[in-house]
C-alpha cells in the first residue's frame, strides 16, 4: 500500500484514476444499475490504491478490468445474501402472524383491531413485555405505551364480549341482564 504522504504515488494514482475511470464506469454501467456501479467504481479505486504498487505498468485498463469483474461479483453475491435474508425473514414473520389460534373468537376479535393495537397486545400477551419494555419497542413514552395498553385490552374484551352476546357490549340490554334483539 503506497503511503498518504507519498506525493508521488499521489501522482500515479491520479494518473492512473484519468486512465481508467471513464472505461471502468462504461464496464460497469453495462453491467449494473448505475447506483451499484458507482458503489463498485468506488470499491476499484480503492483497491487501485491500496494495491497501486501491484498495477501493471503496461496494461492498467486490462488488470482494472479485473479488479472491477471481481468487485462486481463480490457486490451481486452480496445483495443475493441480503435478499435470501430477507426472505428467509420474512418466511420467520408471515408464519407467526397467520398462526390460527385455536379460539376462532380471540381470532375475529384480534382480527377486528387495528395492526397498531394487535401488535401492541402480541407484545405484551404473546412476547410477555411489560409497558415500559413496549415502549422501548415502539419508540414511545412508558406512559403511552401503558394508555395504548390499557384502551387495546379494553377494545379487545369489547369485541370478546360482543363475540360472545351476539351484539355490541355495553349494549343496553345486556346491562339488564335481558338477552339483546337479533
Known sequence: ??????????????????????????????????????????????????????????????????????????????????????????????????VPSEDSDLDEALGGLTPADRELLRLWAWEQLAPREIAVVLGITPNAASIRLHRATRKLRDRLQERKDGGPAGHLGQRQGTEAPR
Do not use: K
Open 1 to 98: 500500500m503506497a503511503p498518504p504522504g507519498d506525493a508521488a504515488a499521489q501522482d500515479r494514482f491520479e494518473a492512473l484514476v484519468a486512465e481508467v475511470y471513464a472505461p471502468i464506469q462504461r464496464y460497469l454501467r453495462r453491467r449494473t444499475d448505475p447506483a451499484a456501479a458507482d458503489d463498485v467504481l468506488g470499491d476499484v479505486l480503492l483497491v487501485m490504491w491500496r494495491r497501486l504498487d501491484d498495477i501493471p505498468g503496461e496494461a492498467p485498463v486490462a488488470w482494472c478490468y479485473g479488479v472491477a469483474r471481481g468487485c462486481l461479483s463480490n457486490a451481486v453475491r452480496g445483495q443475493q445474501r441480503h435478499q435470501r435474508l430477507l426472505r428467509r425473514l420474512a418466511q420467520v414473520v408471515e408464519p407467526a402472524a397467520s
